[in-house]
């Protein structure tokens, strides 16, 4: 069975500043999805950016990009200029690329607060 | 427009009082799934669906049931909740298309259960 560790429960960053996100899995799939999704204070799950494992260049997304790291197993999140906005829980996600196999394996999350 | 709708949004029972989440989403999509949410834990899968009268159970079934009679609904059922299912539940739906799997979940807004 897969499984995602987000070894940092929060994190905190300055207004405008540079974070980083970390977030290991453990699989023996060679071909998988990662996925950031932010949960803000609203409770709904926002799908950030998502890395396909076989792709060896890592997704951006305007201010958010992520480094993926296949062998070490590592998909970490990085904001620029981080924004107010940003302030939410983070979860990283992993999913089979199996047809069929659809389950999103989360970690347990973390707390992103942005000081103004 | 394209959503998951969940109802209710908070809903505060007793234990032993039968209840039901309702899940439905407007996009035709084959795939549903439940999710719960706590603190610490991420969100694990409790039960998902494939298409019309086919579910199984994900991470965490023990106390739900499912049904999904019609393709856009997937009801999520406590007969005798207790206290411990006390959560954040989430429903999401995706489309299902061999060679495309690339395509992201969809989720509710949740529904916030607590069982006194």
Redesign the interface.
Known sequence: AQT?T?SQ?EMSVQEAETVTLSCTYDTSESDY?L?WYKQPP????I?VI?Q?AYKQQNATENRFSVNFQKAAKSFSLKISDSQLGDAAMY?C?YRS?D??N???T????TRLTIIP | EAQVTQNPRYLITVTGKKLTVTCSQNMNHE?M?W?RQDP??????IY?S?NVEVTDK?DVPEGYKVSRKEKRNFPLILESPSPNQTS?Y?C?S?L?L??W??N??F?G??T?LTVL
């Open positions: 995602v987000q429960p999805y996925f609203s409770r709904q799950m799908l998502r396909e979860f996600a690329a047809f069929g659809e389950k999103l989360f970690g347990t999350g | 795939y799934s999710y610490g834990l991420g969100l694990r899968q998902y494939m994900g954040l989430f999401a995706r299902m061999r060679g799997s690339y992201e979940q989720f807004p949740g916030r």
